[in-house]
């Protein structure tokens, strides 16, 4: 992905992210806020609901104590007056003061009167069955103990919940003594909810606990709902929040819950606020992203692209002279100019590259001439010289031959040294030859099984061998790579010099071979009469003798051409050797496959 | 002394340049026990009149044996045995090299060409006189020569 996808990507996300948090949190602090605030609303609210039922109690209550404290009730407790019923305990009275239930109980708990109405159908009704159960001398309702006690609240009762209030029945003046018990009842069903709802401008609704078809969200609010925590707000829908009350009868029992749906004003406004300032926010994150997005391509990734893409094509065109364009004065600038730099210098040394690749093919073209003509020198050098060399020597013999006793001593030595100079010479010059041929007529390299070339060797030189009595023993030998013609050369240079040069006793040579790191290292032990090291080195030189000619034959190029061929398979040759005590020749021949031929 | 069945000497033909090994030639193969007549050409082109019996060499004899060296002036001896042994009539007549040079292409490149044997000429007069009777015995003794009559 390129650089500028890149930043674009990370800028884009982390905005966004940005404005995801923003978001997250705005709705968690402000709507939390404005959600905490509804709460204390819902909690007020239903509050006011709960203070307008009591509101109704209280009004009951009066009620009812405008009836029991007053002597016409005094008297007709106690005298069950008929005039008394006639006149006030009539359907109007329940109509008027909106009340399903009369009763009347003297002292001793005896019921005077009672009587039940249905306001709704305007007829008289039986007693509520489960009315009487609650009119035991102990019973809230009729243990007035006090002047001023008073029983008001809710009832439950098997036909619905009931507002009752029950008040002492006194004298006009609130005196004694105690002569019974008034109480008033009106149901809470529905039409009397409504009524509260109207007052409250909240729809209510209410559930008794003990309602089977309790619909599952008073349920709810029924798990949450306590005596120390009576109200539980809860939101029903994006527009309403529900808040329910539980109320407790007369005897403190909870028997009812009350629902009340509160509009969501403050939190609809809440949100809609918040949601205005996340669209401006998210708008405004867009505009600034855009501007640094374009400033960003602008200043930093549009040129970074620029100088990506010059490079790239000049290092795709080859072309020596090539730079990055450079505009600007920063680190982008310096980089590109850096840049230029490197191309000069690169520019530079291809150039001067070029130019030894040049020197080099014409050294080399030189090199190959110059041998060329080395060797067809060489060439013509031996053929030639040898002919003139094989007239002399020949005719000089044929002399001997011919004329043997008719010359005297003097001549017979004068055609000898004269014979043997040109044996001399032409020994020479067969071993130029072959110095000059190790290299030029040189054949490609392969593997070479040394043991072979040995046992080769041993077998080209047995008369030797034999005429000097030599041993000649070698360990297993490793395969090398190299021109088999000129190792059998190098080995039988090496051995026939070993048994050469021996002393009194007869030669005893032995071959070994070494692996070190890279290369073999062969040994070419002698027991012959050894050289003086500080002649070491210069065995090793063309035509180099340290012996007379009488004494050991040679021309002195063996040795030479061992370092030629040596030399030409990539290794090195010296020797360790002592006077007396024998010389061992030692050569190095990189290991199979290091060298190429 | 043997002779061959007809009892008429062994032609042998000599080709070479140098006079001085012409002479050595010669001289030892007058020692040999074989009766022999040594003819003696100069060059190549000689050779070629020669083996094809024309001009002034009309009625030589067919040779037995040619005894060639290589550095020969005008036609080279390699020419030569290439000639040879290309031409139906000549290609049975032995051929051996005889030459200076030791040099491992002229070995290769004579043998290519079908020479029968490749000899150098050693320095030494000792062993050029054992050489060229070792020629004579094998060649004229030992080996079965082609009779063609």
Request: hydrophobic letters at 40%; charged letters at 25%.
């Amino acid at each position: 992905m390129t650089l500028r996808k890149k930043t674009f990507l990370m800028l884009g996300v982390t905005l966004i992210s940005l404005f995801g948090v923003l978001f997250v949190i705005s709705r968690v602090i402000v709507l939390g806020g404005f959600a905490d605030q509804e709460k204390q609303d819902t909690h007020r609210s239903v509050e006011r609901v709960l203070s307008a039922l009591d509101n109704d109690l209280f009004t009951l209550d009066t009620t009812t104590r405008d009836w029991a404290s007053w002597d016409d009730t005094y008297d007709f407790i106690q005298n069950g007056d008929e005039d008394y019923i006639e006149s006030n305990l009539g359907d109007p009275t329940f109509i008027t003061l909106r009340l399903n239930l009369m009763q009347y109980i003297d002292a001793l708990g005896n019921i005077v009167f009672e009587k039940a109405y249905d306001l709704n159908e305007e007829r008289q009704i039986p007693i509520p069955e489960g009315l009487h159960q609650h009119l035991s001398t102990d019973d809230i309702l009729l243990n007035h103990l006090e002047l001023d006690s008073s029983a008001t609240g809710l009832l439950s009762l098997p036909e619905g919940p009931m507002l009752v209030a029950s008040l002492p029945i006194l004298t006009s003046e609130d005196q004694g003594p105690i002569r019974g018990t008034l109480i008033f009842g009106r149901f809470l069903n529905t039409t009397e909810v409504q009524r509260l709802a109207q007052t409250t401008f909240y729809s209510l609704v209410a559930h008794e606990l003990r309602d089977p078809q309790m619909p599952p969200d008073f349920q709810v609010a029924l798990s949450s709902l306590s005596e120390e925590s009576p109200i539980f707000a809860r939101t029903l829908t994006s527009q309403t929040v529900a808040g329910y009350a539980l109320l407790q009868d007369i005897y403190d029992e909870p028997v009812l819950v009350l629902r009340a749906d509160i509009p969501r004003d403050i939190y609809a406004r809440g949100r809609t606020t918040v949601n205005f300032f996340m669209g401006a926010l998210l708008t405004a994150v867009l505009v600034f992203g855009v501007v640094i997005l374009l400033l960003l391509d602008r200043l930093v990734l549009s040129r970074l692209a620029r100088l990506s893409a010059d490079v790239n094509h000049i290092s795709a065109s080859s072309n020596p002279t090539a730079r990055v364009s450079v505009a600007g004065r920063d680190e982008l600038s310096d980089l590109g100019s850096t840049i230029n730099g490197m191309l000069g210098a690169l520019e530079r040394s291809q150039a001067e590259y070029k130019r030894v690749e040049e020197d080099m093919a014409h050294q080399a073209q030189e090199l190959a001439r110059s041998n060329t003509e080395l060797e067809h020198f060489a060439y013509v050098t031996s053929h030639d010289l040898q002919e003139p060399l094989r007239m002399v020597a020949s005719y000089t013999q044929l002399l001997a031959r011919r004329y043997k006793g008719q010359l005297d001593t003097d001549a017979d030595e004068f055609i000898a040294y004269a014979v043997n100079g040109v044996t001399r010479m032409q020994a020479l010059i067969n071993d130029l030859l072959a110095y000059s041929r190790v290299n030029s007529k040189g054949n490609p390299f392969g593997p070479i099984d040394c043991s072979f070339v040995v046992d080769q060797v041993l077998s080209n030189l047995q008369e030797a061998i034999r005429d000097s009595s030599a041993v000649v023993t070698h360990d297993a030998l490793p395969t090398v790579l190299g021109d088999s013609m000129q190792l059998t050369q190098l080995f039988q240079n090496l051995v026939g010099n070993a048994i050469k040069f021996h002393g009194e006793n007869p030669p005893r040579v032995h071959l070994s071979a070494e692996r070190k790191g890279k290369e073999w290292l062969f040994s070419i032990r002698d027991n012959g009469i050894g050289i003086d090291p500080q002649y070491a080195e210069r065995i090793f030189l063309l035509f180099q003798r340290l012996h007379s000619r009488n004494e050991y034959p040679g021309t002195g190029i063996g040795l030479t051409v061992c370092k030629r061929i040596v030399e030409r398979h990539g290794g090195s040759i010296w020797v360790d050797s002592e006077p007396g005590k024998g010389s061992t020749f030692c050569f190095t021949i990189p290991t199979e496959g290091d060298r190429e031929p | 002394m043997k002779v061959d069945r007809f009892g008429k000497p062994v032609e042998i033909l000599l080709v070479e340049d140098n006079p001085g090994d012409v002479r050595l030639t010669q001289e030892t193969f007058k020692e040999n026990k074989i009766l022999n007549h040594l003819s003696v050409v100069w060059d190549g082109e000689e050779a070629m009149t020669f083996l094809h019996q024309e001009g002034e060499y009309a009625n030589a004899m067919r040779p037995d044996l040619i005894l060639l060296d290589l550095n020969l002036p005008k036609m080279d001896g390699r020419e030569v045995l290439a000639e040879i042994k290309a031409d139906e009539h000549l290609k049975r007549i032995p051929v051996v090299v005889l030459t200076t040079s030791s040099a491992e292409q002229d070995i290769l490149k004579s043998y290519d060409l079908h020479a029968n044997c490749y000899i150098t000429k050693p320095v030494d007069l000792e062993q050029f006189i054992t050489i060229v009777k070792t020629i004579e015995e094998f060649w004229l003794t030992i080996a079965k020569l082609p009779y063609e009559g």
